[in-house]
């Protein structure tokens, strides 16, 4: 029994695992790598899959950096089942297809700038989505699946998006049994909208994230005295708290919090502008899915409020009303997409307020390297959107309380009740850095020693 790194080692995007048995193979997750200059020639390289010869696909959730590629598995001929949660299922359609629209459009785009050169072609098409949607298989949480001979997987609420899981898989190989655990994203504690994550009571090999591995985050309460700060200092005539949220999970988890703090008296009407068709598509989704909301907000929906669509959020649908927004100012709330600033509506209002001086642009997600987001981040005070120079006057503010990934100490509380297992322990989907620091605690604290993966090396149990 044998499982493949094939993405997410030492790195946060790419998630892609083959599991190989002497009776089975299948994938957990086959997501997209994002940031960096060779990503695209590296979500086009294969790895040495046999997609004819996988029994399954399984995935944690529907972020693109882990299901990203699946549209490439049914181009490449698979015609086996994709299991995941039904709300992943649901989200998933939604961000494959903008994803195969996005990237048509960027290959137009590319094909103009480059009259002549070597014609760009998408990664995949909405018609190799169209072929991969009818694979899907629904996972109910806590109900175990045979996904494949001898594998049977169980999906438990990670609590990092809707729908999100983490994967308890046992292999049955060669007579002997052995249990795997995947956390995939782990969600923070207490988040609005979604149940706290659940873990596991043993495992023989544990792939544990580590995205957050090196710091834990703001608190919530000292994050939200920030963001009220930030939008009151944004009350200029050509004020503006720009966020690049991502479509799924962020951007509804920012709805909620403005919903409460409208309701605390602590923002007065703010008026907010959801920028992303994506987003806007999502939020109706979560809204169809309440039965995976928490205590908290089942109690805001008895009382006849909403989550999500709170007084005073106005919805930009249409390109010419997305540009209407750059005539605004007095402290407008801007969430568009994409949360790395990759692509998508955000770049337009980057590229029209950064050189702002009174324009905010609050960072609330994990920015990879090598994206725009992450240059913001660092402090770069001259980027390039879309071919054009800017010069950064705008105040950037990074808010880590917001994030919808466990920090340290969570993610060490995630692995203590498996430790007593003592299982072999994988620190994936994080940069070197921060699972260095996380593997140090985890020896540390829990006395077990985890193994921090390249990508393409192969674990044996």
């Not at 940031?35 to 959730?61: C, E, F, M, S, Y």
């Not at 298989?137 to 729908?163: F, K, M, N, Q, S």
């Not at 999100?164 to 002997?176: L, R, T």
């Not at 008296?265 to 939020?283: F, K």
Request: proline content about 6%.
């Amino acid at each position: 029994m044998q499982i493949r790194v094939f993405g997410a080692a030492g790195e946060v995007t790419g998630s892609c695992y083959l599991v190989q048995t002497d009776r089975a193979r299948l994938l957990l997750d086959f997501g997209l790598h994002q940031g960096g200059a060779d990503a695209d020639k590296r979500n086009r390289n294969l790895p040495p899959i046999a997609v004819q010869d996988l029994d399954a696909v399984v995935l944690t959730h529907a972020h693109l950096d882990h299901s990203g590629r699946t549209p490439l598995l049914a181009r490449e001929g698979y015609r086996g089942p994709i299991y995941a949660t039904p709300a992943t299922i649901d989200l998933c359609e939604i961000l494959l297809k903008d994803a195969a629209h996005l990237q048509q459009l960027d290959a137009e785009r590319s094909n103009r700038r480059h009259a002549g050169a070597r014609h760009a072609e998408p990664l995949y098409t909405g018609d190799d989505v169209e072929r991969l949607l009818p694979r899907f298989e629904p996972a109910e949480y806590d109900h175990p699946v045979e996904v494949a001979p001898g594998i049977t997987c169980r999906w438990v609420d990670a609590g990092h998006i809707l729908g999100s899981a983490s994967v308890e898989m046992i292999c049955m190989d060669g007579g002997a049994t052995r249990t795997i655990v995947f956390s995939g994203d782990i969600g923070p504690r207490g988040a609005p909208l979604l149940k706290d994550p659940v873990t596991f009571d043993r495992a023989d090999l544990v792939f544990l994230e580590s995205t957050y591995g090196d710091r834990d985050h703001r608190s919530m309460d000292d994050s939200l005295d920030e963001f009220v700060s930030i939008i009151e200092s944004a009350q200029t005539p050509e004020g503006k708290v720009i966020i690049p949220a991502f479509a799924v999970g962020r951007t509804q988890q920012l709805l909620y919090f403005i919903g409460e703090l409208r309701r605390q008296g602590r923002l007065t009407e703010p008026r907010v502008y959801m920028d992303s068709p994506m987003a806007i598509t999502t939020t109706d989704l979560y809204c169809r899915h309440k039965e995976l909301f928490d205590k908290e907000s089942r109690a805001i929906l008895e009382q006849r409020d909403s989550c999500l669509h709170i007084p005073g959020l106005r919805i930009a649908r249409t390109p010419q009303e997305s540009m209407a927004i750059n005539r605004l100012g007095d402290g407008v709330i801007v969430l568009s997409a994409s949360g790395m600033c990759t692509g998508g509506r955000i770049l337009h209002h980057l590229k029209n307020n950064l050189w702002k001086e009174q324009a905010h642009l609050l960072i609330v997600g994990f920015q990879a390297q090598g994206t725009l987001g992450r240059r913001l981040v660092d402090g770069q005070k001259n980027v390039s959107i879309m071919g054009e120079p800017i010069r950064v006057k705008a105040h950037v503010h990074t808010l880590g309380g917001f994030s919808a990934h466990a920090g340290q100490t969570e993610l060490l509380e995630w692995l203590t009740p498996i430790a007593p297992s003592a299982p072999r322990v994988m620190l994936t989907h994080g940069e070197n850095e921060p699972r260095k620091t996380l593997s140090d605690l985890i020896e540390r604290e829990l006395r077990l020693t985890p193994e921090l993966p390249e990508f393409g090396d192969t674990i044996e149990l």
